[in-house]
Antibody
Framework: EVQLVQSGAEVKEPGESLKISCKGS????????IGWVRQMPGKGLEWMGI????????KYSPSLQGQVTISADKAISTAYLQWSSLKASDTAIYYC????????????????????WGNGTTVTVSS | SYELTQPPSVSVSPGQTARITCSAG??????AYWYQQKPGQAPVLVIY???ERPSGIPERFSGFSSGTTVTLIISGVQAEDEADYYC???????????FGGGTKLTVL
């Protein structure tokens, strides 16, 4: 079964750093992009960025560029989202999701939607 | 910048047909994708490439595309379909993804 399992809820103070994780299983982690999606309290979904674990190529939403860092460790099939200095406005649920695609014998192809989602990580930033 | 516009809410009675629109602009529309999100749960894909239905999604879910607007159609709405629905697409370069603001479907 293809799964993305995210790390548990976090409660932090403004200015603290944080790194949350998303572990993939049941598929070849290095050949599928992993995206991150933010959902602020009572609000809609917001695309944050995406990473290709095979070579760590990363793309960020222009509105979030520089505010977060997306990374991956392919040796342990895990993607990360991190902050160096949290703000109260970072309070949200963060989802990781796999970009849909498939691999033939010679090539891998990616589509522009998410087919498998993690369970979400709630991050609360409050003093 | 590329934007997707959805109505904030749609209400229908059980058994009726719900239509949720998603208007793209200002650049030409790419394929659209629809997700259903129930309270406390992660989103679930219900339509991809404007009109395709993933396996496991009930046949009452369908998609329609015309010009720069895509529509999620739920025929014979059931109480369990009450949820938030989001359209999603990408910019013309395929680099940046975007979600619509979401539509709350209420089953009366």
């Amino acid at each position: 079964e293809v799964q993305l399992v995210q790390s548990g809820a976090e409660v932090k103070e403004p200015g603290e750093s944080l790194k949350i994780s998303c572990k993939g299983s049941g598929y070849t982690f290095t050949t599928y992009w992993i995206g991150w999606v933010r959902q602020m309290p009572g609000k809609g979904l917001e695309w944050m960025g995406i990473i290709y674990p095979g070579d760590s190529e990363t793309k960020y939403s222009p509105s979030l560029q520089g505010q977060v860092t997306i990374s991956a460790d392919k040796a342990i099939s895990t993607a990360y989202l991190q902050w160096s200095s949290l703000k109260a406005s970072d309070t949200a649920i963060y989802y990781c999701a796999r970009r849909a695609g498939y691999c033939s014998s010679s090539n891998c192809y990616s589509f522009y939607y998410m087919d498998v989602w993690g369970n979400g990580t709630t991050v609360t930033v409050s003093s | 910048s590329y934007e997707l516009t959805q109505p904030p809410s749609v209400s229908v009675s059980p058994g009726q047909t719900a239509r949720i629109t998603c208007s793209a602009g200002p650049v030409p529309k790419q394929y659209a994708y629809w997700y259903q999100q129930k309270p406390g749960q992660a989103p679930v894909l219900v339509i991809y490439k404007d009109i395709e239905r993933p396996s496991g999604i009930p046949e009452r879910f369908s998609g329609f595309s015309s010009g720069t607007t895509v529509t999620l159609i739920i025929s014979g709405v059931q109480a369990e379909d009450e949820a938030d629905y989001y359209c999603q697409s990408v910019d013309s370069s395929g680099t940046f993804w975007v979600f619509g603001g979401g539509t709350k479907l209420t089953v009366l």
